[in-house]
């Protein structure tokens, strides 16, 4: 058996297969799209495609890619997307190897996530509590990120059912469909008991009108039905900017960062914070424990009499 005669029939088998089989999510498969995309263009122009390229093309694309200035994270993703191609086609019986299969990757630059302080904190939730427009919305969007360490995409498409009955935790719909429990703050709950009984009192305004009522707790007139990821993400600058932090520190993830990382710095045991952040890895949540030991490395430079910082801090008059 034989692949699709065409290029974009082996890229849309492909994707129509994770989207059934593993229930990746939408911007999973845009990016897949692109990457397999951007190959597949760079085979043509070189009269090649993918039901006879060879290990040492896909190699000489690589190093195109290097050439072109693409970062090395970059380079990694797009040679994942292209050995599960490949991977997917050899099991369909569309090649008879798997020409990516040996191929070793650039790797990814280990960099520590970039995190809040406490205090940096408790502004950006003040600032949300005296926002000009939607005030209690946005003090339950940000009470409720930074409770949970949602993702962004998980929070503004809660379904409101999960948020009635003034519960202690949320069950939160995650990566590839999986399901977990994420408790809940007292200043989440009451954050949230505020903004379901001003959402709901705008729902039924809109009932009235004959419209049918919105399923998710962040609802809009957009075609999603809810607060989108870009709409919440410049809030979240303004917040910063009324707050007086760094524009350029703050973004939905770090908020994700600052929970995972406070929850350590208090003790919090590390399986604990990967289920809450819905980690498939430990190894992923594990990074968390570089930003803790980074930060007890400058406070015992800072004040530890025999370090460096401290001696000269002492020798000041």
Request: charged share 25%; aromatic share 6%; with cysteine.
């Amino acid at each position: 058996m034989s692949g699709p005669a065409r290029q974009s029939d082996w890229i849309a088998g492909f994707l129509a297969a994770q989207a059934a089989e593993l229930n990746a999510a939408k911007n999973t498969l845009l990016s897949y799209g692109r990457d397999l995309s951007d190959f597949s263009d760079w085979l043509g122009r070189r009269g090649s495609d993918f039901a006879v390229v060879h290990q040492e093309t896909i190699e000489a694309y690589l190093i195109a890619c290097e050439a072109d200035g693409l970062a090395k994270s970059t380079r990694a993703r797009r040679l994942s997307s292209i050995k599960q191609l490949f991977r997917f086609a050899f099991d369909e019986g569309w090649r008879d190897t798997n020409p990516a299969l040996k191929i070793k990757g650039p790797g990814r630059n280990q960099s520590l996530p970039k995190t809040l302080s406490i205090t940096e904190v408790d502004r950006l939730l003040a600032a949300a509590r005296e926002s000009e427009r939607e005030a209690v919305r946005n003090t339950c969007l940000m009470e409720l990120l930074y409770a949970t360490g949602m993702r962004v995409s998980e929070l503004v498409g809660l379904p409101v059912a999960a948020a009635r009955g003034n519960p202690k935790m949320l069950l939160v719909l995650g990566k590839g469909g999986k399901e977990r429990m994420v408790p809940l703050s007292n200043p989440a709950r009451e954050a949230l008991a505020d903004w379901l009984a001003e959402r709901d009192r705008a729902e039924a305004v809109v009932v009235k009108r004959g419209l049918p009522p919105s399923r998710f707790l962040f609802p809009s007139t957009g075609k999603e039905g809810h607060l989108t990821r870009h709409h919440f993400y410049v809030l979240i600058k303004t917040l910063a900017v009324a707050a007086g932090v760094s524009p350029s520190k703050v973004t939905p993830h770090t908020l994700r960062h600052a929970f995972a990382t406070h929850l350590l710095a208090g003790g919090a045991d590390l399986r604990a914070i990967q289920t809450m952040l819905g980690h498939a890895d430990v190894a992923t949540t594990e990074i968390y424990t570089h930003v803790l030991e980074e930060r007890l490395r400058d406070l015992v430079i800072d004040h530890h009499p025999l370090a460096g910082g401290a001696s000269k801090k002492a020798a000041k008059p």
